[in-house]
């Protein structure tokens, strides 16, 4: 589904830089969430938002933080990036009232 | 605290063989449950939700309160039923939690 997009779709960092992760989509959905996907650990909830000034800690929170510009865009940032962030991170949105997530492509990211 | 285990990492199954890929939840109140799929380099797409009692792609799923399961079936396998696939639960307000995940091998 080309409505939600992610940027970068890959990313090759150093420890300790600090990068951004984007999410936009078109959908004109209010609720927006960044995941991690691992092998064996499935997809994991690190934040999410409700409308714009919404932001809510997942499971997985630390070590990350978001932001919500617009109802179109929510940013994940890592502050600090450690080799054990190395995964591949998806955003997804949804319609308050229906369940259903629709996702992005995804950004898989390298932390050496 | 909400839970779905899936308990099988990888199911490999022959051509035109009936496949069961299971799930359990773990919940005190009434959930929704997902089967959500993910195709080799393609995103996470839903594929069937226990409310719309719909068949996808050949796919059921029937949500077994008493057994707290939801387990995904299709009598006869594809080829391109290959992918990971996903069980997902909400209590409500959006908040899906997934469970790890099977890796399906559909064989010739």
């Known amino acids: 589904d080309a409505d939600v997009t992610q940027t970068p779709r890959n990313r090759i960092t150093k420890t300790g830089k600090r990068i951004m992760l984007e999410c936009s989509q078109t959908?004109?959905?209010?609720?927006m969430y960044w995941y991690r996907q691992d092998p064996g650990l499935g997809l994991r909830l690190i934040y999410y938002?409700?409308?714009?000034?919404?932001?809510n800690k997942g499971e997985i929170s630390d070590g990350y933080s978001v932001s919500r510009q617009a109802q179109a865009k929510f940013s994940l940032s890592l502050e600090s990036a450690i080799p054990n962030q190395t995964a591949l991170y998806f955003c997804?949105?949804?319609?308050?009232?229906?369940?259903?997530?629709?996702f992005g492509p995804g950004t898989r990211l390298l932390v050496l | 605290a909400q839970r779905v285990t899936q308990p099988e990492k990888l199911l490999s199954v022959f051509k035109g063989a009936p496949v069961e890929l299971k799930c359990n939840y773990s919940?005190?109140?009434?959930?929704?449950l997902f089967w959500y799929v993910q195709y080799s380099r393609q995103r996470l797409q839903l594929l069937l939700r226990?409310?719309s009692r719909e068949s996808i792609k050949g796919f059921t799923a029937d949500l077994n309160k008493g057994e707290t399961s939801f387990h995904l079936k299709k009598p006869f396998a594809q080829e391109e039923d290959s992918a990971m696939y996903y069980c997902?639960?909400?209590?409500?307000?959006?908040?899906?939690?997934f469970g790890t995940g099977t890796q399906l091998k559909v064989e010739l």
């Open positions: 997804a949105t949804s319609d308050p009232g229906e369940e259903t997530q629709y």
């Open positions: 959908k004109g959905h209010d609720r």
């Open positions: 938002s409700f409308d714009v000034k919404d932001i």
């Open positions: 919940y005190s109140g009434s959930p929704e």
């Open positions: 226990h409310i």
């Open positions: 997902a639960l909400t209590g409500g307000g959006n908040k899906l939690t």
